[in-house]
């Protein structure tokens, strides 16, 4: 069962503009949430998370925003440049030992 | 500061041979580690993950297994890959303590032929 999916599998955006990326999951009891991004070959980089106890958590170009009564989580960067372009996942945990990822959404920043 | 190494980066092995991954931290003392599977175009399967040395939980039956011999260190073993094992596999690491952040390896390229 995907506690946490990633329903948009792709998306193209123009460079300066914004890039939002959605995230929904079903597990009440997550209290922390994760963005991260990944290159091919590479492991996924941590980008930034947010506490259930907040609704929002910016840093830099970065923010992402948490709606509890929804079970939905966004990404939003701002503003997207070519170099934004990779895989992103959203992953939650409960109580933090074990993490569940969605499936990633691939974003391409067109210059 | 803390590192995650894992090796080798890319392995290409038979159908029926047997697996070693093996991952490491250095910085940190006690983290939880974990082993995740990227299958081509899939998103992350955790394997494995490990609260102490000699604690594994397994996530997902299957022909692999894995072993915490050391507190920092975390491998990933099979006696006889399968062609459905080819795949990206990524250790991380998480602080026990005060960072809920999950910290990734560089991963290793698996090609089973």
């Known amino acids: 069962d995907q506690q946490v999916k990633q329903n948009s599998p792709s998306l193209s955006v123009q460079e300066g503009r914004i890039s939002i990326l959605n995230c929904d999951y079903t597990?009440?009891?997550?209290?922390?949430f994760l963005w991260y991004k990944k290159y091919p070959a590479e492991g996924p980089t941590f980008l930034i998370s947010?506490?259930?106890?907040?609704d929002k958590n910016e840093d830099g170009r970065f923010t992402v925003f948490l709606n509890k009564s929804a079970k939905h989580l966004s990404l939003h960067i701002v503003p997207s440049q070519p170099g934004d372009s990779a895989v992103y996942f959203c992953a939650a945990s409960a109580f933090g030992n074990q993490f569940y990822f969605g499936t990633g959404t691939s974003l391409t920043v067109i210059p | 500061s803390q590192t995650i190494h894992q090796w080798p980066a890319t392995l290409v092995q038979p159908v029926g041979s047997p697996l070693s991954l093996e991952c490491t931290v250095e910085g940190t003392s006690n983290p939880n580690l974990y082993w995740y599977r990227q299958a081509a175009g899939r998103g992350l399967q955790l394997l494995f993950y490990?609260?102490?040395?000699?604690?594994i939980s397994s996530e997902v039956p299957q022909n692999l297994s894995a072993s915490r011999p050391q507190d920092r260190q975390f491998i990933l073993s099979s006696k006889k890959l399968l062609l459905s094992d080819s795949g990206f596999y990524l250790c991380?690491?998480?602080?026990?303590?005060?960072?809920?952040?999950?910290?990734f390896g560089p991963g290793t390229r698996l090609l089973v032929l």
């Open positions: 991380a690491w998480k602080s026990r303590t005060s960072d809920k952040t999950q910290y």
């Open positions: 490990s609260v102490g040395i000699g604690q």
């Open positions: 597990n009440s009891m997550f209290d922390y």
């Open positions: 947010i506490s259930s106890i907040k």
